[in-house]
């Protein structure tokens, strides 16, 4: 593969099933690739339909059969494998490979090629702790009246199927398959349309490291070919990443077939900033916060509250560093910030800049479209990140997920207003604080209504650690020990060891 920017083009086929690439057989219309960079279409690929669902399925279900029969350990030592081929070499010979897939990361997602090999290394993680935990997933002895007594046995599902948003794709498959495959399920993954490359790689990589054929699939397409999954009669589970909206039509979907989801979904996260805080770290956090990926990243802190008396010290460095951000062609090694996923996207969010000042918010920085002096990438999705000012609650980019490069800075005067503020939204995905006072730290983020809270950091994403909404975030966790419980299930087994006594 070449690794320079504006020259990659797609050559193989993009789904995966029953342990290699092939062409869907039946689809919809086709969907263009685009390298975000450049604004090139890179390549096509058809959206599969109903038929080729229906293989992949029972292409899972053979897999499952014989993967769900393995020890903990068995199955451990794939994942183990998996991970290692990640991080180590061969594959697409010479170069890493947690190198290419981070290059193709970047290539199909616009991401910095920085960003990307983290993310790339977080995937990995994810599979060697799964596979940690994989040999100890267990049940519990209960003691019954005469001898008798009863145990519980952790179960898969069967096929779980993944459907995933763009900002992340890799690391989103990798945190859906790792707990899935760990606790003995086959997984159907369908990857956002507008990247579907790396979740191809991911089967790849699994096959070498000796899952059975069929046990992941990569299914390509939008809506229609997500629905199908939703509906299929042998899919056990869903678990979605998108938005609400969508998160919303999943569980109607899921609810006629009785199936359980987990939904990680959008966010309007809020990020308070006390007086006597770490200056420094509070704006690094603030940064943090806001802008990796382009700002497309569910668990922003994009409403950023700060305490009146260091209002404008605070926002005076954080427009400082916002404008040194390094802009530009994501490949390269300083580049901190890409180009957003697509046309229509960065349109969107130039779209919350224009209501944001319409309704009276100040542009302290960024917000225009930036056009790198690299000709090849005049037609690339790129904009300046933007800091907001004179916001108020009540603005649309205060309200809503914008999902690109742009924070809105709101004053506060006391801990009581804040928090309220800050839990005055439907979402309830993320939360931050940053304070000296370790009292109040700890107050503040028990009284927050969100599923992940950062004190005096933010974005940092240990898998580890569960992940997951509150509210109208969704429901469910992805990562920690908690992602087992949304991939297995619980057996019963009740053990008589006398005779029965009939009441007939
Ligand atoms: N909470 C999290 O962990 C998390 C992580 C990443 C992104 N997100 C959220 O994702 C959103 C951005 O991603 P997006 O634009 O890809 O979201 P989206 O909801 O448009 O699409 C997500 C996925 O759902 C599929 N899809 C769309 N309509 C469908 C339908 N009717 N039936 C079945 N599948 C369907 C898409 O093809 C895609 O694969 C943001 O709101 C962001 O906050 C959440
Ligand atoms: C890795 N992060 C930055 C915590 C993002 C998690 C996924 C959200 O979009």
Known sequence: MSSATGTFSLQQPLNYRAGARVQPADGGHSEEVHEPATGRVIGKFLCSGEKEIDLAVQSAKAAFKIWSQKSGMERSRVLLEAARIIRACFFWISEEQRDEI?????????????EARVDVDISWQSLEYYAGLAGSLAGQHIQLPGGCFAYTRREPLGVCVGIGAWNYPF???CWKSAPALACGNAMIYKPSPLTPISAVMLAEIFSKAGVPKGLFNVVQGGAATGQ??????DVAKVSFTGSVPTGIKIMEMSAKGVKPVTLELGGKSPLIIFSDCVLE?????ALMANFLTQGEVCCNGTRVFVQREILDTFTKEVVKRTQKIKIGDPLLEDTRMGALISQPHLERVQGFIKQAKEQGAKVLCGGNLYVPDDPKLKNGYYMQPCVLGNCRDDMTCVKEEIFGPVMSILPFDTEEEAVERANNTPFGLAGGVFTRDIQRAHRVVAALQAGMCFINNYNISPVELPFGGYKMSGFGRENGK???EYYSQ??????????VESVF
């Open 102 to 114: 981070a290059k193709m990361e970047t290539i199909n997602n616009g991401k910095s090629i920085f």
């Open 171 to 173: 690391q989103i498959a």
């Open 228 to 233: 199908f999954l939703c509906h299929h009669p």
């Open 281 to 285: 770290n509070a704006v690094k956090g």
């Open 482 to 484: 908690a992602a087992m």
């Open 490 to 499: 619980l057996k019963t087994v009740c053990v008589e060891m006398g005779d």
